[in-house]
């Protein structure tokens, strides 16, 4: 059984940076974060498979980065920076195996003008 963990969320202003970070464990090939704002779907930010490749929302490109720890490859960040308040969501780490898809519990990010 996976199990995910994100933490690191807040509240920033506009223009800030947040580094976000999901622990799963067990055996995974791939993570991702995703994110939901109120009253709306949950949409893809990034994911990062075993072999360090990466897959960006055209609204993050050159603003968020994902990677994996390099000790611990089971860990894996989110660094956000230029924040801006169409960025405030719920922030949702997934992994995936052969299996399943599993979620974390989610991780609330406020941005403010």
């Known amino acids: 059984q996976v199990q995910v963990a994100e933490s690191g969320g807040g509240s920033v202003q506009a223009g800030g940076s947040l580094r976000l970070s999901c622990v799963a464990t067990?055996?995974?090939?791939?993570v991702g974060w995703y994110r939901q704002a109120p009253g709306g779907q949950r949409d893809l930010v990034a994911t990062?498979?075993?072999?360090?490749?990466?897959?960006y929302a055209d609204s993050v490109k050159g603003r968020f980065t994902i990677s994996r720890d390099a000790a611990a490859k089971n860990t894996v960040y989110l660094q956000m920076r230029n924040l801006q308040p169409a960025d405030t969501a719920v922030y949702y780490c997934?992994?995936?195996?052969?299996?399943?898809?599993?979620w974390g519990q989610g991780t609330q990010v406020t941005v403010s003008s």
């Open positions: 997934n992994a995936k195996n052969v299996l399943n898809t599993y």
């Open positions: 067990g055996t995974i090939f791939m």
């Open positions: 990062i498979t075993t072999e360090g490749i990466t897959n």
